[in-house]
């Protein structure tokens, strides 16, 4: 728990530094500039691909295997809170959302999401989380050495392409994206304690 209460306190300090500084979302809309300068030429559907079915696809998949494989071995208290898991995170990072209020850093991203604020990336806190917690189960429960790393190196790609991607679209700044992996952190912590006790 001392951990937690340690990133917690670290959060709330980084999202007080980034909302409150002008300077941070003048830099974060150059970096957006610069990212997007520099990949002109690759064509934008591989950008967007976290914005579509398969983003929520591979969330369904890692959930459904992880279900199965607790409600087989009779774990149903374990079943329930990784079921739990992205309605948590999300419930979070939406009521994080309202408080914090902080614009899209780029128009077109309000036309795109309207009427909802940037911090933190809802995509990569989700991804971040669902992925270190799978990961985490993998290495747990699978006996399967060369499965477990498989799983890791893809979930590792997987979650920085998915933060790459925010702020290559211009939906996100590099510091939302951050935020989501920052409260992932200690949301992933969280479940791994109480997943213990269970």
């Known amino acids: 728990m001392r951990k937690i ?16 500084n002008s300077l941070i979302t003048n830099y974060d809309k150059e970096i957006i500039g610069y990212i997007q300068k520099s990949i002109k030429s690759i064509p934008p559907i591989y ?3 976290p914005d579509c079915a398969l983003f929520a696809s591979l969330i ?3 959930l459904i295997v992880g279900i199965i494989y607790f409600v087989k071995n009779k ?4 079943a329930c809170l990784y079921l739990l898991l992205p309605v948590i995170s999300y419930l979070i990072n939406k009521g994080l959302k309202i408080i914090i209020n902080r614009p899209r850093p780029l128009e077109f ?3 795109i999401y309207p009427k909802s ?17 799978f990961c985490y189960l993998m290495f747990k ?15 590792i790609i997987w ?3 998915v933060g790459f991607s925010r702020v290559a679209i211009g939906v996100h700044n590099l510091t939302d994206v951050i935020g989501g992996y920052f409260l992932g952190t200690i949301i992933v912590l969280g479940f791994i304690q109480i997943e213990k006790k269970l």
Do not use: D, R
């Open 5 to 20: 209460g340690i990133l917690l306190a670290g959060f709330i300090i980084y999202t007080y530094s980034v909302i409150s």
């Open 117 to 133: 604020s940037s911090f933190p990336s809802t995509h990569s806190l989700t991804t971040f989380v669902m992925f270190s917690v």
């Open 47 to 49: 950008f967007i691909l």
């Open 159 to 161: 979650i920085i392409y």
């Open 60 to 62: 369904v998949l890692i």
């Open 109 to 111: 991203a309000t036309i």
């Open 75 to 78: 774990m149903y208290k374990k």
């Open 141 to 155: 429960y699978s006996k399967n050495k060369i499965l477990n790393y498989a799983v890791m190196m893809f979930s």
